[in-house]
């Protein structure tokens, strides 16, 4: 079993940064994929981005690409999500999430872990 906590959410101005942390315990495994994904009321999880534990490949949704960077720490035990040049449509609950595979993938339903999330709100 695996758990994971968010943390690092918030209120910000359009154009401002935050980084969310993902605390992960358990029995996590370094062949695990880590991913945030992000929801808005009434709309499906989304994907953010995604990062081999060990590896350090990763993937970016393109609506994020270029303003947000996953990083690892693996002697901690915690992904991050920096995101710069925000924009209202980057508000939403904020997931991280494990996928106990070596490959990486978008898609919420092959992910086996998930947080509890934390809200971000970006005010223009």
């Known amino acids: 079993q695996v758990q994971l906590a968010e943390s690092g959410g918030g209120l910000v101005q359009a154009g401002g940064s935050l980084r969310l942390s993902c605390s992960a315990s358990g029995r996590t495994s370094s062949s695990y994929i880590m991913g945030w994904f992000r929801q808005v009321p009434g709309k499906e999880r989304e994907f953010v981005a995604a990062?081999?534990?060990?590896?350090?490949?990763?993937n970016y949704a393109d609506s994020v690409k270029g303003r947000f960077t996953i990083s690892r720490d693996n002697a901690k035990r915690m992904v991050y999500l920096q995101m710069n040049s925000l924009n209202p449509e980057d508000s939403a609950v904020y997931y991280c999430a494990a996928r106990s595979a070596s490959w990486m993938s978008r898609r919420s339903f092959e992910y086996d872990y998930w947080g509890q999330g934390t809200q971000v709100t970006v005010s223009s």
């Open positions: 990062i081999t534990w060990s590896g350090g490949d990763k």
